[in-house]
């Protein structure tokens, strides 16, 4: 029998944390959120194999009561600090910084890992030789400038990885919102088109 997600929560004592997404690299406030269970184990909210995102905190409860199998109330678990993924900066960073002061690249780059992994999506070993060595350099050194020319890093190849990782997390995602009182999951949210109640 396949174990609960539930009480392999309480269990492992996993906390959720708030994952805020800014697209815009000037944004003040997140495009949209989602939510991640973090511990001995990472687990993501999802439904079908799909990432649930939505527009509005206060959509939390809703969306846990979504996702596949329904989580408990979120007022009985632990939670986490919320966290910003930057994602219209982290382009900016790679495209001209050599040092990533907040850690905006890496929370980037490692939350998209652990999206895809979860969405069941495959990395080339040609991206995880482009993608794993400036990974491992941003851990334990905010400078990366000179990295990228050290190892012949290519900025252009590390922004085409993480806008086709964002896209393919995209791809693979439902948009929980509210239109008239009604819920609606967004299979294509940035083209505006919607299933309700899939």
């Given at each position: 029998m396949k174990p609960n997600?539930?009480?392999i929560i309480k269990q492992k004592k996993l906390q959720y944390y708030l994952i805020c997404y800014y697209i815009n690299p000037d944004g003040y406030k997140p495009?949209?959120?989602?939510?991640?269970?973090?511990?001995?184990?990472?687990?993501?909210v999802m439904r079908k194999i799909k990432h649930l995102f939505f527009e509005d905190k206060k959509m939390l409860k809703t969306v846990l009561s979504l996702s596949e199998p329904a989580l408990?109330?979120?007022?009985?678990?632990?939670?986490g600090y919320d966290a910003n993924v930057m994602f219209g900066k982290t382009i900016h960073l790679l495209s001209?910084?050599?040092?990533?002061?907040?850690?905006?690249?890496?929370?980037?780059?490692?939350?998209?890992?652990?999206?895809?992994?979860?969405?069941?999506?495959?990395?080339?070993?040609?991206?995880k030789k482009v993608l794993y060595p400036i990974a491992d350099q941003l851990?334990?050194?905010?400078?990366?400038?000179?990295?990228?020319?050290?190892?012949?890093?290519?900025?252009?190849?590390?922004i085409d990885i993480l806008q086709l990782f964002f896209n393919q997390i995209l791809k693979r995602a439902m948009f929980v919102t509210s239109e008239h009182g009604k819920l609606i999951y967004y299979t294509k949210?940035?083209?505006?088109?919607?299933v309700l109640n899939e």
């Open positions: 997600i539930n009480d495009d949209f959120y989602n939510v991640m269970f973090y511990g001995d184990e990472t687990i993501s408990e109330d979120i007022d009985s678990l632990e939670r001209k910084g050599s040092i990533d002061h907040s850690c905006t690249a890496i929370n980037c780059i490692n939350l998209f890992d652990d999206l895809l992994h979860d969405a069941k999506i495959s990395i080339s070993q040609k991206t851990t334990f050194n905010r400078r990366y400038g000179h990295f990228l020319k050290e190892k012949k890093i290519g900025r252009r190849e590390l949210y940035f083209d505006g088109k919607y």
